[in-house]
């Protein structure tokens, strides 16, 4: 028996009076199996480098994240990367972290986004100033990632701040967060995630997958807590690139989990044949995580290789992403039944 959704979790959140919906959060509504990227700011005030890493993307994704001086590195801040993607015609979601920030700060800058029309914000602690690039940086979490998921639902439901001053005009945004199925203990993340969906949370994101049997395991878990039909769960992909970066992954990022086979399997091949043995094996993750019950969507990080994106979703039997209206018919590539179409007509393309 399914249990009881965590207490006081918000259930589906129509966009303001006057405001249309994000093609994410309809895509959600609709549940079409959505395609989220990453699109990560440039180290400089270039706004072509965001416009050109938009065009990649535009025709393959339903949203992009803009990432918030991901890794505690300096980038152009996520509010201004995503205006720029808006320009460009890619729907952004806005990260916003605990990291740089006391709840002023915070607050100020999801009002921001509300104004600007930055129609999803993905709310997260945040990783320490002493891995990145100014390692002496003072730290502020003055709130973690619960904290300000709680604070975005009340100033834009109930209208309030955390002083309890009203908001005059309150935001729209959709709400996400993070999680990471992986990190010990894993008996614990599930109900990690409750927490979030009780304070506001409506989509995860989740740290890479390449174990999709623990994944799936996750999400057993995640459904005994009634998760799913409160917050959708996006499972986090991406390609190695190299055996460099896979070992980068295993020993110098927490959390990631890479199971041997995976290892073998990328080490067992020419050292000019990685890559593409990353690429084939991101897509068939992909396919196999469509397949398992309450998955809404990947979410594919592939820093650096924007342009790799496109053939990943395509061979995946996701893309590309044409958009329809609000409440019309799915795209292709939208769901499992449509992904099993595609499947099958790649395969009659073999057989030629």
């Known amino acids: 028996m399914t249990a009881a959704s965590p207490p006081g979790a918000p259930g589906p959140v129509p966009a303001g009076p006057g405001v249309p919906p994000g093609r994410l959060r309809a895509a959600l509504a609709a549940g079409r199996f959505v395609v989220t990227a990453e699109l990560g700011p440039p180290r400089g005030a270039d706004p072509g480098a965001i416009t050109r890493k938009a065009a990649l993307l535009r025709d393959w994704v339903d949203a992009v994240n803009l990432t918030d001086n991901q890794g505690a590195h300096v ?24 990291r740089d920030r006391n709840r002023l700060a915070l607050q100020s800058d999801l009002l921001a986004a509300g104004a600007l029309g930055v129609p999803n914000v993905l709310l997260l602690t945040g990783d320490h100033p002493s891995f990145g690039d100014h390692p002496g940086a003072k730290p502020v979490f003055d709130l973690d990632g619960v904290q300000l998921t709680w604070t975005a639902r009340t100033m834009r439901d109930d209208g309030l701040l955390m002083s309890g001053r009203p ?6 945004w959709l709400i996400g967060t993070v999680e990471n199925p992986f990190a010990p203990p894993r008996e614990f993340r599930a109900r990690r995630l409750a927490k979030k969906v009780a304070a506001g949370a409506e989509f995860v994101q989740t740290q890479y997958v390449f174990d999709v049997d623990v994944f799936a395991r996750w999400m057993t878990d995640v459904r005994a807590l009634g998760i799913p039909g409160r917050c959708k769960i996006i499972a986090g992909v991406g390609p190695v690139r190299s055996l460099r970066a896979l070992d980068f992954m295993r020993s110098g990022v927490p959390g990631i989990h890479v199971p041997e086979d995976v290892v073998r399997r990328l080490r067992g091949v020419p050292g000019g044949q990685v890559a593409r043995a990353g690429i084939d094996l991101c897509v068939e993750t992909i396919q196999r995580l469509a397949g398992i019950p309450d998955v809404a969507g990947v979410h594919v990080m592939a820093f650096g290789f924007e342009q790799g994106v496109p053939e990943i979703i395509q061979r995946a039997g996701l893309g590309p992403r044409l958009a329809p209206a609000p409440g019309g018919p799915p795209r292709p590539g939208g769901g499992p039944a449509a992904l099993t179409a595609v499947r099958a007509q790649e395969g009659c393309r073999h057989a030629d």
């Open 75 to 98: 980038r152009l801040s996520s509010l201004a990367g995503s205006v720029l993607a808006q320009r460009a015609g890619v729907e952004p979601v806005m990260q916003l972290t605990c």
């Open 167 to 172: 908001v005059a005009t309150p935001p729209s």
